[in-house]
């Protein structure tokens, strides 16, 4: 491709709504423009990069058996009803007036077509992908195309015979996953994480380290335990009984509400005491227990409640059904909330709690003697320098950008949709599903985020738009522009994607800019200073590294360099 003729409009400056390197680099170099919140086009240069990175997926894909197929974005809404996903919050855009919705994944779509086609034991296993176009109600559209509401997913589905063939399945599925991030020249690492809106049984994410990421990790540089803080747990030892439970009493705390105020008040180790948490889940009041200070993670109480709607008490209503604020809420005596609490307030005494009296507590609570608590969850986040539940070394956080997620669905889909085969006695079976899901833009914005200097982006092989940026230095010189010519046409026809900077009214300054932003792996300057000695310069955009070669030996030498 001549630019003088593409069409790959780059900016001089960084958009102001751009503020993370892969937004900013990608709007620049001319790959992509921003339609509305969370919506973009792809213009020719980020479509050839994203063109790569499917290529790269499908190969793998294939590779393990897959096969591809394309469902549709429009999906019936009854099928989502019968799913049960279609009031998963934020999830489904829909169109209201013809009881539509656009699929924002396709297990309900696959459950479809696999409730009417498997039959037998014979028809299975089956493993299903497509790459397409998803949609999600992102609240909040961000960082370009990390977190779209409209963007391209390779999504994959196995279906089994057995929760032993879907290890397989699975399996097979994370070792390609590590070929593709692999070879894309993606650092990436696993971590155990949850299932979330997808339901299941056990799944893992494939993350890239990121101060920009929206998740957070924990990890273990000990043992290389790693985990989503969403299901990260950690070793810490359990707090003690006191001697003697003594009976319970009230104390007066005057204007003491926190817990940090209250440690301070009564002089008592924060561990001593029971925090109260109120909610509403699924309508009904809820009471949680933290000990002292731990935080609530919003995941684990999702998975601990099954899902449903969860929200925080409001102030005036938790007022108006205990007649106290939150500060004075506890588990004595408290009626009409369902109660669960953390493990680590399991077989705890010698508590503090609220008295559901403004301005007092109760003290030596003994929860399985005073509270009604119903169920003990792990329901804490756990913090940095915890030790490892695994071998006790300090655990590390970082944030991480989420790549891809594997999951090992297991019935879920298979009990609502009634997808069911015969096995050999002839007894109908659930099928045993996984779902694969990996975000195409993601791999281009992560790649970026990891590969890129001040100047611009850095493009490897197999991700590069075009291998060679072929810059005619100044095409107003007869010389410069038949040699620049000739080698386009050479290579060209030998099969290498080239990009020939042919524009006459730019100078040499800025067209070295704008192959620096552009990145390409190899940048081939034609100028008159080289032509006279019957050399060009070959400058490799990894290492800024540069090599004089004889013109005739150009050609020749550049696909040697590609074959590296
Ligand atoms: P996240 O936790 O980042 O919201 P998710 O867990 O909802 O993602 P999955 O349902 O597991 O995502 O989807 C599979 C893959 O699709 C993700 O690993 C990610 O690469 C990609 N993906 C998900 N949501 C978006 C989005 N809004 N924009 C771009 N890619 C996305
Ligand atoms: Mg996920």
Redesign the pocket.
Known sequence: MKISKAFIPTLKEVPADANIPSHQLMMRAGMMRQLTA?VYSYLPLGLRVITNAMNIVREEMNAIGGQELLLPALNPESLWIQSGRRNIPNFILSIKERDLVLA??HEEVIGYIASMHIQSYKDLPQTWYQIQT?F?N?PR?RSG?????Q?I?K?AYSLDRSWEDLDKSYDAHAEAYKKIFTRCGIKYFIVG?SS???GGTGSQ??MIESEFG??TTALCPKCGYAANLEVATSNLPKAKRVEKSEPTKEIHTPNVKTIDQLVDFLKTDQSRFAKSLVYRHNGKPLLILMMGNDQLNESKLTAALGGGDIAPMGAEELLSLTGADGGSIGPVNLRGFRIIADKRLEGMNGLISGANKNDYHIANIDLARDAKVEEYYDLRSIEVGEPCPKCSGALKISNA?????I?KLGTKYSDTLNITYLDESGKAQPVIMGSY???M??IVACYIEQNHDKDGIIWNKALAPYQIHLIAVNMNSKDVAEVSEKMYGELTKAGIDVLLDDRTNITPGFKFKDADLLGMPFQVIVGDKGLKNGQIEIKRRKTGERIMVKLEDASAEIIKLLAE
Do not use: N, S, Y
Request: no cysteine; proline share 6%.
């Open positions: 969370g924002p994944t998803k999600r992102e559209p195309v990390l977190r779209g509401r963007f997913m999504d994480a979330g809106a997808m994410e494939f929206e998740d950008i989420e790549l891809g997620h999951f899901g990996i975000g833009e993601r």
